[in-house]
């Protein structure tokens, strides 16, 4: 499973029959869900959302999944990053995906409702895994504001939680993908992964829209729990 090319050309675009009913901004979103090429490629692939070609861009990139891997997924639902990571550690792999929400089975994969922060939950998710896990994934963001500061606030308190769980539950020589916005990781943030891993890069994939402000930090090759 490859991403999808951008759409190049001219093309042709859809526009929405009727805008009754709707917004301005509805109609804006939905003509853009419309003549997304990668809303389209994840339909045709049966994929549950067009985020899954993020992990796939940055798994093409930095190497993060592999056959036999055991993958903890934070934050999984709808499941396209799920349905992604089941795939490419194929054959062998274990998948365990944890989100509040309730999210439909997806074949090959574990998946926990829980708050990953319980006790309890992280350790059926580590008993689902058979162990310790080689990548610990993030997705999760929060509603936003639209005010800036807030909005950077709160994404990097979820990444951190992430990691805190991440560091708990990664064995060595394991990696960590978070999602943060542009403006990079807070400095303690950064300061914790670059003694935790061998190598802490920021990425902004094809997938992401480019009025996003959507970043995500990338971390291989976990050097291990201390004492």
Known sequence: MRAPPPSGGRGLSTRLRTAKGRSTASQ??????LNDPYVR?????????RAAFKLIEMDE?????????RVLDLGAAP???TQVAVERTAPGGRVVAVDLLPMDPV???TVIQGDFQDDAVAAAA????????????SDMAPNTTGHGATDHLRIIALAELALDTAL???SPGGSFVAKVFQGGSERALLETLKRAFRAVRHAKPPASRKD????????????GREG
């Open 61 to 69: 990139k930095h190497g993060l999944l592999r056959p036999g891997a």
């Open 28 to 33: 804006r979103w939905l003509e853009r869900q």
């Open 126 to 137: 580590l008993s689902a895994l058979g162990g310790t896990a080689d990548l610990v994934l």
């Open 107 to 109: 074949p090959g994969a």
């Open 212 to 223: 996003s402000s959507e970043l995500y930090v990338a971390a291989t090759g976990f050097r």
């Open 41 to 49: 490629a994840a339909q045709q692939k049966g994929l549950r959302s």
């Open 79 to 81: 499941g396209g990053w």
């Open 168 to 170: 708990a539950a990664l």
